[in-house]
């Protein structure tokens, strides 16, 4: 059958923040369907993609849902699908040309942890912007990364992107922007390739404050129990290192100094995150960097500078200030109000150790130059 519609009748998956998937769904009987169905209605939207098995999702959201205004795009889906659509691979690219293109199209790339999710929320409040935060289909990307040749995955990220923009009913948008998670800056030449006319935003922050936030985040997402138990390792190399090869610690930690603890993981996930925008910058891929200290210190200039790198006009301004109004990860596991345990005085040592060693400044003070 070339696609399929189901009713959704469980729904499981390890833990808040784990990657999104085609099996965090229990099914019942199947039917045969046209897959135009998929891309006819903005109550459908595309959830994951199973790179090994060539197979898409799309799942069914209570009438006038408007992912424009979650926190975390796959959690919202993974909540409220009703439904699911399950097409074959080779599909998404003619299903993507029966979607409009957006007049403008920006990518919110990041480290993690830097404020990316407050941009978000600062965009979703201009009312012909459209942001989307972290939908998993470009986290599938990511992570397939590794296996699936740039031939192949342009024409993914393009396809993918371009199914995203399903605006609510009524909404006239100018401009959209995604926000995907942190691991796809690894792929920011293959998004330069699919988009090419896409506004790129790079937002940082320093080494030590990003490990830290992501120590504490972890612990609200993941659990206590599980991030200070034995299965933790299992669960931060994938994440940290975007589902690259165990090798791949070899240029980090030399043999015989392998990563010790899951600080030092998260120590390397924000090393390669900055060697990938500072590959790309050294190919000429167009970002704007923003770093989280100096959103923090001048907002209003930082959020015209956001403004200005995804091409929306600056009479805007006073509209996104509203995004700062309240914690923009209120409600979820990263909410702010809840309780973790932060870095220790060694673990910071020890991170700056490991920056001397990869020849890495700490960002606390040096900054990224715009590239195009």
Known sequence: MDAALYPIIDRAHAFAGAVRSLSDFTLGPGRDIDPVMAVQSPDWSLYAVDIESRRAMFVELPKGTDLGNASFVYMTQFDLAQRAIIVPLELLEPLSRQRAAPENMGMLFSTGRCGSTLASRILAQIPDVWSLSEPDILENLAFARCSV???????????????????????????????????????????????????????????????????????????????????????????????????????????????????????????????????????GVPMQPLHYADLNADRRAQTTLLLQGLGIRADHLDLAMRGFDEDSQKGTGGDRALPAIPLDDAQRARIAVLLGRWGLDDYATLRLPRVG
């Open 149 to 283: 040749p740039s031939k192949e995955m342009v024409p993914l990220i393009r396809a993918a992107t371009r199914l995203l923009f399903n605006p609510p009913a009524g909404r006239k948008i100018r401009t959209f922007v995604i926000k995907p998670r942190s691991e796809s800056v690894l792929q920011a030449s293959d998004y330069a390739a699919a988009l090419p006319q896409s506004r790129n935003i790079f937002m940082y922050r320093d080494a030590a404050g990003y490990v830290n936030s992501l120590y504490r985040f972890a612990q609200k997402m993941i659990g206590p129990e599980v991030f200070f138990g034995p299965e933790m390792d299992a669960i931060s190399w994938p994440l940290s290192s975007a589902n690259a090869p165990q090798s791949l610690s070899d240029e980090y930690f030399p043999e015989g100094r392998n990563p010790s603890n899951t600080s030092d993981v998260m120590a390397m996930g924000w090393a390669i995150r900055m060697h990938a925008y500072l590959r790309a910058a050294d190919i």
